[in-house]
DNA sequence: TATCCATCAAGTGGGAAGAAGTGGTAAGAA
DNA sequence: TTCTTACCACTTCTTCCCACTTGATGGATA
């Protein structure tokens, strides 16, 4: 590889749950290229491999998913079945499934990310990867700090939330 | 390492408690140098282990996890109803997961604090931890001075009132 | 009993090797 | 010929390791 992460604050590798399910977190900082080449956190690498599924997401990102996480996802989605993505919303499910787009990793850990999906996350040059459990997200770096800060300012929602998972 | 903690204001030690679990108290400063390390209060490191998690807390600080503890508070993510097709769940999911991070404890006792935890948290070169029960929090010192003098405000107000009222 | 000294433990700083990100060029496909 | 993909090279950052400084502690001696 060649210069080296320096946009990127990387600590430590994402963690693998004790279930063995795929554990990202984090927020990684990473910038698109005049051939729309972008490389995926050396610490998502590992997990996901050498092919990942990118699809739009919600709130002007993209997801990404390991092909294994997408197989499980997109058959629930298929059969029909109460899933995390809930069968009942058919248009999110064409959504998803419609913009899905299967995407190769390459030598130095590089993905190219399509037209199409650049577009619906308005992904300009300065991108943010987001570990988020089970998938990663993409956003516009711009369009992240608007929306964490949106977040951050409903200080007590996420005091509520905290304490429901337990920290006090 | 050398002769011994200097900045470090250490007050009291950390405590398991009975029950087997961890307890940490106390307030300990230390300097994030130019590299972004930190020591880990000494008196913590032993509690903690070689691995912990770092997530945006509330009131513009940071939480520090043992991986046990965050093992347990992630748990609970999944096992509530966290539907991805409801945006506060979105959110929250994005702003602990995302924020969070593992990281490796040096050999010396010294973990990296990622850019965008230290900018959360508003962390210049002083930085606070305090022990609180089974989680460390990280503040910056002035922003800390500040949230404490406030709360002693709130404090004198309080047993003002409450003197008023009778009690003593 | 008090002071001084020696030893230990903890924090801080810097350098070097390796890893990772980014840019460019060349080869192949449309 | 042009666009895409694969490969290569360079630079920067991260991380590990080592050394130095400094505060604390315990023991010995006056």
Chains 1, 2 share one sequence.
Not at 13 to 33: A, C, K, V
Request: hydrophobic content about 40%; overall charge positive; aromatic content about 6%.
């Amino acid at each position: 590889m060649g210069r080296s992460g320096k946009n990127n604050q990387t600590i430590i590798p994402t963690i693998i749950s004790p279930h063995g399910q795929i554990m990202l977190i984090g927020e990684y900082r990473h910038t698109i290229d005049d051939k729309n080449r972008l490389s995926l956190p050396a610490k998502f690498r590992k997990e996901m491999g050498k092919t990942v599924v990118v699809t739009p997401g919600l709130d002007s990102c993209l997801f990404i998913f390991t092909v294994k996480e997408w197989d499980r996802i997109s058959g629930h989605l298929s059969a029909g079945e109460s899933s995390i993505l809930q069968a009942d919303n058919r248009g999110f499910n064409r959504f998803l499934l419609g913009g899905a787009v299967e995407v190769e990793v390459d030598a130095v850990g590089r993905m190219l990310i399509p037209e199409h999906l650049r577009e619906r996350a308005k992904l300009k040059t300065k991108v943010v990867f987001l570990g988020v459990r089970d998938r990663a997200e993409l956003w516009d770096e711009a369009v992240w700090q608007e929306y964490r800060a949106a977040i951050e300012r409903k200080a007590d929602q996420l005091a509520e939330k905290l304490g429901q998972a337990g920290v006090q």
